[in-house]
Nanobody
Framework: QVQLVESGGGLVQAGGSLRLSCAAS?????MGWFRQAPGKEREFVAT????????KIADSVKGRFTISRDNAKNMVYLQMNSLKPEDTAVYYC?????????????????WGQGTQVTVSS
């Protein structure tokens, strides 16, 4: 089991940027970011492979968000630019034991507690 701790959330104005960080207790083959807005289901945001050489980004954030990882530090990052009010949600870091770039919540094995991101208009 991998313990995950997110940080970097906060309140930002529309058009601003935030960088989320996820500290992992160990290394997982596939890492992902998901988000959940009030009253909505948890949704995929981004995922990255073992080496950091491949990733997938949700269409809703493509061109604005990027995912990266630093295996030497067991860290995963989500850089969020040009933030919109609709990006407001709790953002979760997740780890999967599979080597696939997966977008499904149920295929991730370990989850962090989440960090709140609020974008004001």
């Amino acid at each position: 089991q991998v313990q995950l701790v997110e940080s970097g959330g906060g309140l930002v104005q529309a058009g601003g940027s935030l960088r989320l960080s996820c500290a992992a207790s160990g290394r997982a083959p596939t890492m992902g970011w998901f988000r959940q807005a009030p009253g909505k289901e948890r949704e995929f945001v981004a995922t990255i492979n073992w080496s950091g050489s491949a990733w997938k980004i949700a269409d809703s954030v493509k061109g604005r968000f990027t995912i990266s990882r630093d295996n030497a530090k067991n860290m995963v990052y989500l850089q969020m630019n040009s933030l919109k009010p609709e990006d407001t949600a709790v953002y979760y870091c997740a780890a999967a034991r599979s080597y696939r770039l997966d977008q499904l919540v149920e295929n991730y094995d370990d989850w962090g507690q989440g960090t709140q991101v609020t974008v004001s208009s």
